[in-house]
C-alpha cells in the first residue's frame, strides 16, 4: 500500500517540480544579486505553498529570514502519538547550481524536459524533490495507520554555496529544533538504481583562489624568457601541492587514516558495482582514469583528497589572444578532504605552502580561503540497519549498498557536532548520468518514488524502535 500511495502522489509532484525546474533561483555563490532578483524567493513561495497545500495534521510551516542571508523554510509534523519520543530531521536544499553548457537540444537547464523516467532540468535531483519525498513519506506513514516521532523538515537554500548561510539560521532557531535523534538527509548519491544507497562519509573541501602577479601590465611577449610567466609560476605552485603524473596530493596534513570498516565497505561496494565504477564517467577519447582498481576507485573518490583547477582567470579566448606576456593569472582550486581531516588546519597549510618563498619572487596572493567540514557516520543502530535492510528489499528488491561520497554536505558535519547521539540515514537520487553539477541534470523519477517509500518505512521502524 505504501508504494501505491507514495505513487499516486508523485503522480501530482512531477508537475511542480517541473515548475520548480524553471525558477533560475542559483545559489548565492553564482547569483551575489539573488535578493534582488527575486527568484529564490519564488522557489521558496512554490515549495512552501505546496507543503501547506498537503493537509497533514497538525503541519505548521515557516520560513526563516534574517537580514542578508538565505531564506530557510522550517515545516514542523507532530507525533502521531504523545508518548513517542525524539524528533527527526528531514534535510534538503533548493538553491541550485549555474547554468553550465552542453544542455540537450532545444533545451536548457530552466526549461524542464520529460524523456520516459527522466525529468531533465536544473535542480531536479540537487536537490528540488528533496521537500517532496519528505513531506510524501510522513504522509505515507500516516495513510497507512502506522506511528511516526516528530518530524521537521528543513529546506535551506545556500547549499551549494557551502551551507554558509545555515549556521546563523539554526541560532535563530534555537531550541525549536527539539532533541533530535535522527536526520534523514536527502541529498546524497547512489552508485545504482537497483538498490537503496546509503552514504557512510562525506569528503569535506577547502576553496581558494590564488592569484600570480609577475608585471604590472601586459607586455609584448618578446620579454618571454626574461620576465616568468605568471602560468608557469602558478604551475610550479600546485606541483607543491598535487604529483601532476598521478594526481596524489603531497602535503600529508591533508591526508588522513581510512577507518577498517570503510576499507570493507569499498570492497562491498565494488564487487556490486565492479566495472560500472569506471564507466559512469563520459571520458574524452582515450582518457584513463587515474586508478584502474575498483576497490582503489572507491577509496580515491571518497577517503583520499585531491585537487581540481575550477576557474582561471587573466587570460583571454583563445581566439582574442595575442602575442602578450600577460601580467597575471588566477585559478580557483578545489581541494577534496577527506572526511576526517581537520578543515581550518589544511586551508593554513594550502595558503602557506602556496605563498611562502613563491619562485622568482612573484607576487602570489590567496584569497576567498573557505572550507566545509568532512562527515564520518556514526556506528549505525541495530534498528536502523534492519529498517534500511528490510525497505531496500520490500521496495527494490535488492539489499542495500553503502558507500562513501566524493563531495561534501556540510550540514551533515554541522548536525554531527550539535546532536553526538544522533543517527544518520543520508540518501538520495543522484546516481550514474544524474550530472547534478553539469548538463543535463536529470531525476530519475522510479527511483525518486521507491526512495520515498523507503524513507516512509524508515521513519516507522524510528516510532517503534
Known sequence: MTQSFVDARWDEIVPVLEEYIRIPNKSPAFDPDWEANGHMERAVELISSWITSQEVDGLTLSVSRLPGRTPVIVAEVPATRPDIPGTVLLYGHLDKQPEMVGWLEGFGPWEPRREGDRLYGRGSSDDGYAAFAAVTAIKAVRADGNDHARCVVLIEASEESGSLDLPAHIDALGDRLGDIDFVVCLDSGCSDYERLWVSTSLRGVVNLDVRVDVVTEGIHSGASGVVPSSFRILRALLSRIEDED????????????????????????????????????PLAGDTRLQVDDPVEQVLARTWRPALSVIGLDGAPKPIDAGNVLRPSTTATLSMRLPPTTDVRRAVEVLRTTLTDDPPS???????????????????????LAGAVEDASLSYFGQPPGALGIGGSIPFMAMLGARFPGAQFLVTGVL?????AHGPNEFLDIPTARRLTACVADVLRAHAAR
Open 431 to 435: 546516481g550514474p548520468g544524474t550530472n
Open 361 to 383: 619572487g612573484a607576487v602570489v596572493t590567496v584569497s576567498r580561503a573557505d572550507g566545509g567540514a568532512g562527515w564520518d557516520a556514526p556506528a549505525t543502530a541495530p534498528w
Open 246 to 281: 598521478t594526481g596524489r596530493i603531497i602535503l600529508p596534513e591533508l591526508h588522513a587514516d581510512i577507518p577498517p570498516e570503510r576499507v570493507e565497505q569499498a570492497k562491498a561496494a565494488a564487487a556490486i558495482l565492479g566495472d560500472e565504477l569506471a564507466s559512469e564517467y
